[in-house]
């Protein structure tokens, strides 16, 4: 009989948590709608007592999906932070509150600086608050693949007896090789069974070996009945588990798992390309299933042999995963019933009419200006339409600039709003994009430094289209800017602006806490 395995997505929270890849409230819900048409069983909303952006951020998709999708959110062994995630998750259909805590002695004395049992018992405690806020409750033992495993399982034991409902095993840095994970699961399982059955055994693996699929996997193969994953493998360092290399993996060699998730597939590439257009971070080329050539076949041989049976080199199809035919080029006469299957298909809403409306109108703008709109035209578009809308009057706009280069004293002039303020300057700098960018820093005022600029050409269509990836750092925080036009200038204009609004929006959201990471 075939096992069912259940999917949490951690991508908003682990994966957010990476460098530049952070995202705003609305960027966060629509990416968590994608989440639920790609049918994951639970998100992971995020770390809701590190910030009131992130605090409402999980709110918000607590109540956007929360109906179809079990939420939750990770909380310390602390009681503000369990509060914190009640708070957020309560309003949806099946919420659960996730604490972590270490059990490996590095965690224990270096962390913590307390004795085994005393760290024991503080998870004792916060899984016995958090049961007396939600029936359900996931333990994490951080760690746990370099923790002595007597000390392990007595944790698991004693969480389990507390109320905990999900254990879930984390290779928090990577270390774990498949053979000696899956040893490890087996045991915790076989000790759980007897223990109590209805204790959903689960695992978190990252990726700092590039074994984090394969150590998941072997986890499965060992009684796991529950996987951690983000999209693109997204995470700290090297990342996470990849969803879709596990997801995929279990389908293809479901001769050999036994088991399957109920995921929809066909949706794996939209939701990988929605998180590359929202977070700005591109999926390597080669990488498994959402690669952009991970579906090419190059040379000779292999075309020779697919012409005459797919199978002889194909071990899964395009269609599978959604990835056939993802690009349609759009024109003005593409009409709304094109635009909008567009919009969806790279991931957006478009169930409010008058949103839909006023986004079409840009769209006829954006296509008689640009003749061809593709995909990444699509996504800027209603990104920066859906950004403008929800903090209008609060993002600075670029209206109209103009650079001077010569390798005396480069100049850039620059007209921006935000609301009906405007803002008038030039500057000299070094070049022409450190003029243009000194003059937009003196004009918004903030201390932000710039640590990462890119440039890549797009070259598809009649013109030559020019992005922009920025990174800058604005109170030890750092945010991504990105955005694309013909005119490089531009889009390196609109691309700064782009992350000083983001870093704008988040500090909005921010209140100072205490216990914030
Ligand atoms: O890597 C880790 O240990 C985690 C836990 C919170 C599950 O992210
Ligand atoms: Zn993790």
Known sequence: MKRH??????????????????????????????????????????FPASSQGDFQAVQEIARSVGDAVSITALA??????????????????????????????????KKFNRSKEAVLQMGVDAV??????????????????????????????????????????????????????GDLIRRINERLKNLNEDVILSVHCHNDLGLATANTLAAIKNGADKVECTINGLGERAGNTSLEEVVMGLKVREN????????????????????TYLTGLDVQVNKAITGENAFAHSSGIHQDGLLKDKQVYEILSPEEVGAESMELIL????????????????????????????????????????????DHDVYYLVANHRTHEAASGHLYELISFQVVTNDLYPTAT???????????????????????????????????????????????????????????????????????????????????????NAALLDTANECPNPLKR
């Open 76 to 109: 310390r062994a602390v009681k503000s932070d369990i509060d914190a995630v009640y708070e957020s998750i309560k309003i949806a259909q099946d919420p659960f509150i996730h604490i972590v805590l270490g059990t490996s002695n590095i965690h224990v004395d």
């Open 331 to 374: 024109t003005a006469r593409s009409g709304r019933h094109a635009f909008r299957n567009a919009v969806e298909k790279i991931g957006f809403e478009t169930s409010d009419s008058a949103d839909f409306e006023a986004l079409f109108e840009k769209f006829l703008a954006l296509a008689d200006a640009k003749k061809e709109v593709y």
């Open 256 to 275: 050999s798992y036994h088991c399957s998730t109920k995921i929809k597939t066909t949706e794996l590439m939209r939701t990988s390309r929605l998180l």
């Open 414 to 500: 620059v007209k921006m709003n935000k609301g009906t303020e405007v803002f008038k300057g030039s500057a000299v700098g070094d070049g022409p994009i450190d003029a243009l960018y000194s003059v937009i820093k003196s004009l918004v005022g903030l201390d932000v430094q710039l640590k990462d600029y890119k440039i890549n050409s797009l070259s598809r269509g009649k013109e030559a289209i020019g992005r922009v990836n920025i990174r800058i750092e604005h109170h030890g925080k750092t945010y991504a800017g990105r955005a694309m036009d013909t005119d490089i200038i531009k889009a390196s204009a609109m691309a700064f602006l782009n992350g000083i």
């Open 128 to 181: 016995k608050y958090a049961k007396s806020l939600l029936p359900r409750v996931q333990y994490s033992t951080e760690d746990a693949s370099r923790s002595e495993f007597e000390y392990l399982w007595q944790t698991i034991e004693a969480v389990v007896k507390a109320g905990a409902t999900i254990i879930n095993v984390p290779d928090t840095v990577g270390y774990a090789i498949p053979e000696e994970f």
């Open 5 to 46: 395995i259940l999917v949490l997505d951690t991508t908003l929270r682990d994966g957010e948590q990476v460098p530049g890849a952070k995202l705003n409230v609305q960027q966060k819900v629509e990416f968590a709608q994608q989440l639920k048409r790609l049918q994951v069983d639970m998100i992971e909303a995020g």
